[in-house]
């Protein structure tokens, strides 16, 4: 049976939107605060809330929690090799069709479930759902992944990635030929304004900063080397997308989807190639790579022919 609560909300939520307020009393994601909300399981003084209400402090908000799901225990993930281990920090290639962690909407193979399987204990630090992630790669972006063994761990990384001390280096395959052939995107990123799952640049996004540098250039398609300065969700495919030079075989982003086929590719030509991370608790600098996956590398091939 469903659980129910009723909680005061308290001054210190006075003002806020409902789902970030719910999010903050229950402990968990804004998307998932969201999906209640939607469901009409959220009640607060007595009437179904929306998303985008005000709480008002000393009214009750009631939730309707769900039946937890069923847990079904980790699988191995074919193709997750370690890259780096030691006691606070594993560095793994992630291949595609891998996420790297549990989310909604996502039944499939995960960084974090393939680890567990493998008898990794990922640091207890951070939401449940995503124990030990410091960053995140997509689904269908593979390359090098790294996550947090000790709690200790996980604070030092997270740092890290906050304030953009880590290297990050990538490898896009693009279509056409950006011009210049090296420079710097600087625009904002944030929802698109579809409401999809995709990412846009649009007013009033996150700073998101870009530089890249073309490493060859093919008929159709350029290769390059991308930098990332910031880390949002999509970066590179949307202000690639935004110079309208898409990431080859990116179809949510506009590439040209007989390109992609020409070239085999079921996903974006876009992989982790580099790391440059410090060791969180001695501070030595880690340096790790990880060459193309097949697809990537057989796409290359074709392009040249």
Known sequence: MPERRTLPIPDGLSGERV???????LGISRTQAAELLAQGRVIVDGEAAQKSDRLVSGDLLEV??????????????????????DDDLIAVNKPIGVAAHPSPGWDGPTVTGGLQAAGVVLSDSGPAERQGVV??????????????????AYTDLKRQFKERTVTKIYHALVQGHPD????????????????????????????SITHYETLEAFRFASLLRVKLETGRTHQIRVHMAATRHPCVGDLAYGADPVLAERLGLHRQWLHAVR????????GELIILESPYP?????????LAE
């Open 19 to 25: 789902d970030l307020g719910l999010s903050r009393m």
């Open 64 to 85: 309707e929690l769900p039946d937890p799901p069923e847990v079904s225990p980790p699988e191995p993930v074919p193709g997750l090799a370690t890259l780096f281990e």
């Open 135 to 152: 960053h995140r790669l997509d689904a269908g972006t593979s390359g090098i992944m790294v996550l947090a063994k000790s709690r200790s």
């Open 180 to 207: 210049p052939s090296e420079g710097t995107i600087d625009a904002p990123i944030g929802r698109h304004p579809s409401g999809d799952h995709r990412f846009a640049v649009v007013a009033g996004g996150k700073p």
């Open 275 to 282: 790391l440059e991370i410090q060791q969180p608790i001695t």
């Open 294 to 302: 097949a697809d990537l590398a057989e796409a290359l091939v074709r």
